[in-house]
């Protein structure tokens, strides 16, 4: 059967795979799929019972906290990224319970790293 191909407008088998076909690219980055694993799944867990499921910085009020006991929309932070240094990705002295707000502002660099691994230390001095 003869069909008109939606890429190029000509009239192909509707068998045939056009060369003007994008091609997919779904290319997963190591990072990506090291979130997907089990042992990311019990080490983020991990840290969120350490933190108490609370955000960190919400807690300690800093950068525009608009609630101080932030349980909502929480995530475990890398402070020293995945794709910067692969080793550090399962260290406790790397990883910091934070809200989707704050994770923003993290990853945007607007918390700089210094004042992040300064709570994480404080949060691994309690244990």
Same mark, same amino acid.
């Given at each position: %059967?003869?069909?008109? $191909?939606? *890429? $190029?407008?000509?009239?192909?088998?509707?068998?045939?795979?056009?060369?003007?076909?994008?091609?997919?690219?779904?290319? #997963?980055?190591?990072?990506?799929?090291?979130? =997907?694993?089990?042992?990311?799944?019990?080490?983020?867990?991990? #840290?969120?019972?350490?933190?108490?499921?609370? $955000?960190?910085?919400? #807690?300690?009020?800093?950068?525009?906290?608009?609630?101080? *006991?932030?349980?909502?929309?929480?995530?475990?932070?890398?402070?020293?990224?995945?794709?910067?240094? *692969?080793?550090? =990705?399962?260290?406790?002295?790397?990883?910091?319970?934070?809200?989707?707000?704050?994770?923003? %502002? $993290?990853? =945007?660099?607007?918390?700089?790293?210094?004042?992040?691994?300064?709570?994480?230390?404080?949060?691994?001095?309690?244990?």
């Amino acid at each position: %059967m003869l069909i008109s $191909c939606q *890429y $190029c407008g000509k009239i192909h088998d509707s068998k045939y795979i056009c060369d003007k076909r994008p091609k997919r690219k779904k290319e #997963i980055s190591e990072a990506d799929r090291f979130r =997907r694993t089990n042992r990311w799944q019990k080490k983020r867990e991990e #840290i969120k019972q350490r933190d108490l499921n609370l $955000c960190q910085i919400c #807690i300690r009020e800093l950068y525009n906290t608009r609630n101080k *006991y932030n349980t909502k929309d929480l995530s475990v932070h890398h402070n020293i990224p995945i794709n910067e240094n *692969y080793d550090k =990705r399962l260290d406790n002295d790397n990883l910091l319970t934070v809200c989707e707000y704050h994770h923003k %502002m $993290c990853e =945007r660099g607007e918390i700089p790293r210094k004042i992040v691994q300064k709570i994480i230390d404080e949060q691994e001095s309690k244990i």
